[in-house]
């Protein structure tokens, strides 16, 4: 921490407090990064819970979007999911989440990091 201090008052001179500065920015850094790290796993688990019925309405919403994004890439609605290739199962997984994901913005929601409690500081 005084090392820190010491940058921030090498790069602002006559700061009146570089050790509460560095602690402030630091905190900030490891929230910031925090929340970075659990998001994706966080969104991966919400998403991929199928029994959800949130998620279930979202993509409920969007299959008329979902249809026509896939149509547009020239997807095969009659073939049978066994006999997709894996880019199309791709299209048709990707598809859905961007799906789900413009359904939940739509909604005034959001299917990404899912606390919704105040920082406690700032």
Do not use: H, Y
């Amino acid at each position: 921490m005084e090392r820190a201090a010491k940058a921030a008052l090498d790069f602002a001179p006559g700061l009146s407090n570089p050790r509460g500065v560095a602690m402030a920015a630091i905190s900030a850094w490891i929230i910031s990064r925090s929340m970075q790290c659990a998001a994706p796993r966080i969104d991966a688990e919400l998403l991929f819970n199928i029994s959800d019925a949130r998620i279930r309405g979202f993509v409920e919403a969007a299959l008329p979007n979902i249809a026509s994004t896939l149509m547009a890439q020239g997807f095969d609605f009659n073939l049978p999911f066994g006999a997709l290739a894996k880019e199309q199962v791709i299209d048709f997984i990707a598809a859905g989440i961007v799906g789900a994901q413009e359904a939940a913005v739509a909604a005034n929601e959001s299917l990404g990091f899912p606390f919704d409690d105040e920082v406690p500081f700032g």
